[in-house]
């Protein structure tokens, strides 16, 4: 069994969605086929629950209505036959009625995740209308039926395991499924998401619960590159990672991956592949249990960071002291990223403000408390890293204009990490660009 996921530009457009066809029925191998929503979509799903949020009923009924032109017209060049159209038409209608009846009832958390399902759930249902046009045998698996995450958000490998099976066994004689990335089911037995970027997260959990040969990331590249395609110049696709290696560069903002895809498919030691759907023949990345070379291999970077300093003459010293300091972020939920300490002062940082207000009046006893805000991480990642010659003068010798305010090595072998304003990250990511590929 070989798992497949195709994120929002490769099915997009209608003929992007034809060629997905035609990569999925190149072999005979069983498939659990995970699909995105059409590029766009889930923003627009956003902008559709914080305008109702925020009581302007306007402004989203607004966003429907767009939303609905553009499907109405993917669908006309998606399929040939009048049968296949009115199907995908009906099952445009059926959604699009959904989101214009929440228009009228009151808006509440659970009610958003039902919105933000609406892309998954059309994109899937098309491309099996499509598939049906073009006489491929298989079968639509709802994802609600087998994703679950548990009472701290998190999806449960032993659970999906056990539902997938059945979800599968009904279905004796196919070999190709086609199901929703993103949405789950919570606690609650509420529709709910694995966050943006989730798909990929859906598809590394099923290959893990399946034990799938490979598990195929397909996007728009062709594969994990050295250092941000969108924000510096020349950058080159890696051939080969270990899981640590991929799983440091997705935690640490390589936005190929979502932040935690790679532990399931670890767990279960399927290997990942990142391909490109435009051009199917490239290498693209595999992620792999077996080490891979030893060196630099790249550089991402997460925005969106908030420095807390802690200084506190009197208690660092004291044990306990960051134990206590830790304690203040675990009750708020809000995990930490990285720590420097001194002996008088601790650093840390976090990505999640919600509770930035809560914790720092928590911290407040046990000293100065000072946060930064707007600040990006920025990290080098290889493996054995920390061994490999020079590298630290490297890093530090192209920065030399770039104000770093913390530094964080040796917690990983296989990474380096710096923290920067983020009205520096440009900067910083084409100097390390230089510096340690060579590339400008
Ligand atoms: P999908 O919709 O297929 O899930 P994403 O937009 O989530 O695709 O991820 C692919 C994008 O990730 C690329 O188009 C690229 O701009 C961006 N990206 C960021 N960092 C990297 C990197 N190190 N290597 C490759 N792509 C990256
Ligand atoms: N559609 C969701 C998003 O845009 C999930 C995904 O594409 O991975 O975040
Ligand atoms: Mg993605």
Same mark, same amino acid.
């Given at each position: 069994?070989?798992?497949?996921?195709?994120?929002? @530009?490769?099915?997009?457009?209608?003929?992007?969605?034809?060629?997905?066809?035609?990569?999925?029925?190149?072999?005979?191998?069983?498939?659990?086929?995970?699909?995105?929503?059409?590029?766009?979509?889930?923003?627009? +799903?956003?902008?559709?629950?914080?305008?109702?949020?925020?009581?302007?009923?306007?402004?989203?009924?607004?966003?429907?209505?767009?939303?609905?032109?553009?499907?109405?017209?993917?669908?006309?060049?998606?399929?040939?036959?009048?049968?296949?159209?009115?199907?995908?038409?009906?099952?445009?209608?059926?959604?699009?009625?959904?989101?214009?009846?929440?228009?009228? !009832?009151?808006?509440?958390?659970?009610?958003?995740?039902?919105?933000?399902?609406?892309?998954?759930?059309?994109?899937?249902?098309?491309?099996?209308?499509?598939? /049906?046009?073009?006489?491929?045998?298989?079968?639509?698996?709802?994802?609600?039926?087998?994703?679950?995450?548990?009472?701290?958000?998190?999806?449960?490998?032993?659970?999906?395991?056990?539902?997938?099976?059945?979800?599968?066994?009904?279905?004796?004689?196919?070999?190709?499924?086609?199901?929703?990335?993103?949405?789950?089911?919570?606690?609650?037995?509420?529709?709910?998401?694995?966050?943006?970027?989730?798909?990929?997260? @859906?598809?590394?959990?099923?290959?893990?619960?399946?034990?799938?040969?490979?598990?195929? *990331?397909?996007?728009?590249?062709?594969?994990?590159?050295?250092?941000? #395609?969108? &924000?510096?110049?020349?950058?080159?696709?890696?051939?080969?990672?270990?899981?640590?290696?991929?799983?440091?560069?997705?935690?640490?903002?390589?936005?190929? +991956?979502?932040?935690?895809? !790679?532990?399931?498919?670890?767990?279960?030691?399927?290997?990942?592949?990142?391909?490109?759907?435009?051009?199917?023949?490239?290498?693209?990345?595999?992620?792999?249990?077996?080490?891979?070379?030893?060196?630099?291999?790249? *550089?991402?970077?997460?925005?969106?960071?908030?420095?807390?300093?802690?200084?506190?003459?009197?208690?660092?010293?004291?044990?306990?002291?960051?134990?206590?300091?830790? /304690?203040?972020?675990?009750?708020?939920?809000?995990? *930490?990223?990285?720590?420097?300490?001194?002996?008088?002062?601790?650093? &840390?940082?976090?990505?999640?403000?919600?509770?930035?207000?809560?914790?720092?009046?928590?911290?407040?006893?046990?000293?100065?408390?000072?946060?930064?805000?707007?600040?990006?991480?920025?990290?080098?990642?290889?493996?054995?890293?920390?061994? @490999?010659?020079?590298?630290?003068?490297?890093?530090?010798?192209?920065?030399?204009?770039?104000? &770093?305010?913390?530094?964080?090595?040796?917690?990983?072998?296989?990474?380096?990490?710096?923290?920067? #304003?983020?009205?520096?990250? @440009?900067?910083?990511?084409?100097?390390?660009?230089?510096?340690?590929?060579?590339?400008?």
């Amino acid at each position: 069994m070989k798992i497949m996921k195709f994120g929002g @530009t490769s099915v997009g457009k209608p003929e992007r969605m034809h060629s997905v066809a035609q990569l999925i029925t190149k072999d005979q191998e069983p498939k659990i086929v995970v699909l995105s929503a059409l590029s766009g979509t889930t923003n627009t +799903l956003v902008a559709i629950g914080d305008a109702l949020a925020a009581g302007n009923r306007d402004a989203a009924k607004q966003h429907i209505d767009t939303l609905e032109a553009h499907y109405q017209e993917f669908i006309k060049q998606l399929v040939t036959t009048d049968a296949a159209y009115q199907k995908a038409r009906k099952i445009v209608a059926e959604h699009f009625e959904f989101l214009t009846i929440i228009l009228k !009832i009151s808006f509440s958390d659970a009610l958003s995740k039902d919105i933000l399902a609406q892309g998954e759930l059309l994109s899937t249902k098309l491309f099996c209308v499509y598939l /049906e046009e073009k006489g491929v045998s298989h079968a639509y698996l709802s994802a609600l039926d087998f994703m679950s995450i548990d009472a701290n958000d998190e999806p449960q490998l032993s659970v999906i395991k056990t539902k997938l099976a059945q979800t599968l066994a009904q279905h004796a004689g196919i070999n190709l499924f086609v199901t929703q990335g993103y949405i789950c089911k919570n606690v609650r037995g509420e529709v709910d998401n694995l966050k943006r970027g989730g798909s990929d997260y @859906t598809a590394s959990l099923v290959a893990a619960a399946v034990n799938a040969s490979v598990c195929e *990331i397909w996007t728009d590249i062709d594969g994990m590159h050295n250092n941000d #395609p969108r &924000v510096v110049k020349k950058t080159m696709p890696i051939e080969v990672l270990s899981f640590e290696e991929a799983a440091e560069l997705a935690y640490f903002g390589a936005k190929i +991956l979502h932040p935690t895809c !790679i532990w399931p498919a670890q767990q279960e030691n399927v290997p990942v592949k990142l391909l490109n759907t435009m051009q199917p023949d490239a290498a693209g990345t595999t992620i792999r249990k077996e080490a891979s070379s030893v060196g630099v291999k790249a *550089i991402a970077a997460k925005d969106g960071i908030y420095a807390i300093n802690i200084k506190s003459s009197r208690m660092l010293l004291a044990y306990g002291f960051l134990r206590k300091v830790f /304690e203040v972020f675990e009750k708020y939920k809000t995990s *930490i990223d990285m720590v420097t300490t001194s002996e008088v002062a601790v650093s &840390v940082t976090i990505d999640n403000g919600q509770f930035l207000q809560q914790i720092v009046k928590e911290l407040e006893p046990f000293g100065t408390i000072t946060v930064e805000e707007n600040q990006t991480l920025v990290s080098v990642v290889g493996n054995e890293i920390a061994q @490999t010659q020079n590298i630290l003068s490297k890093l530090f010798d192209s920065l030399k204009e770039v104000p &770093v305010s913390m530094v964080s090595y040796g917690g990983s072998k296989h990474n380096v990490t710096i923290l920067v #304003p983020s009205a520096n990250k @440009t900067q910083t990511l084409q100097l390390l660009n230089k510096g340690l590929f060579g590339l400008e």
